[in-house]
Each structure stands twice: as C-alpha cells, then as structure tokens.
Nanobody
Framework: QVQLAESGGGSVQTGGSLRLSCVAS????????MGWFRQAPGNRREEVAI????????YYADSVKGRFTISQDYSKNTVYLQMSSLKPEDTAIYYC???????????????????WGQGTQVTVSS
C-alpha cells in the first residue's frame, strides 16, 4: 500500500533549483517526523532534511545546510524540499519518509524510519 509519494524530481544544471513534494496518502497521526533522504548509486542512504511537524523544527545535513529548505503544509499532509544552488553531488534518488518522534525529537538515521515513498530522481549536471 502506498502511503507516501514523492514528486518534483528532474534534471537541472549546476546552480539550478528544484522543489520536491511528498504527500501522505494515508495519514498517520503519530508520524510527526517527516524527512527527506537520498541515495546515490553505490552509496548508502543518507539523511538530507527532517521536519518535526508539530513544531516545524527542521534538521539539515551539513552538506545541504544553507541550500535546502524543508517545509510543510500540515493540513494537506505534505512536506516540501526546496533545493537551491544544486551541485552534481546532489544527484541521487530522493525519498520521503515518516517516523514517530523519540524523546521529543526526530531521529536522523534512515534506519529509524518505517514509512517510505517510492523515490524521485534528481540529476544535477555540470
């Protein structure tokens, strides 16, 4: 059953921008952490940006800090990832995922997330 669906990926040149969207098809009331993760060929899946939905508290990986912004439309069960100043190293499949907060905050490891979307490809060319 599909619960999360990403969209907005594509191919852009270095320095370009994309906005990814993730919509929850089935809402889970306790899935207050929603995040973006990415996986490049041959690499492990890594965290990109995570949002604690109740307070809109964000977390960003150092590699994207200052370039990416995570946001939400809470009523629509949708999270966004605005990506600017894209670099070739941002090329990856981007996944949306959901989890429950632990100890009052969102975890950052992809291993902790239990609901995943299908992924959307982002390709940045030089």
């Amino acid at each position: 059953q599909v619960q999360l669906a990403e969209s907005g990926g594509g191919s852009v040149q270095t320095g370009g921008s994309l906005r990814l969207s993730c919509v929850a098809s089935v809402y889970s009331y306790n899935s207050f952490c929603m995040g973006w993760f990415r996986q490049a060929p041959g690499n492990r899946r890594e965290e990109v940006a995570i949002l604690y939905r109740t307070t809109s508290t964000p977390y960003y990986a150092d590699s994207v800090k200052g370039r990416f912004t995570i946001s939400q439309d809470y009523s629509k069960n949708t999270v966004y990832l605005q990506m600017s100043s894209l670099k070739p190293e941002d090329t990856a499949i981007y996944y949306c995922a959901a989890d429950s907060p632990q100890g009052g905050k969102c975890l950052t490891s992809p291993n902790d997330y239990y609901v995943w979307g299908q992924g959307t490809q982002v390709t940045v060319s030089s």
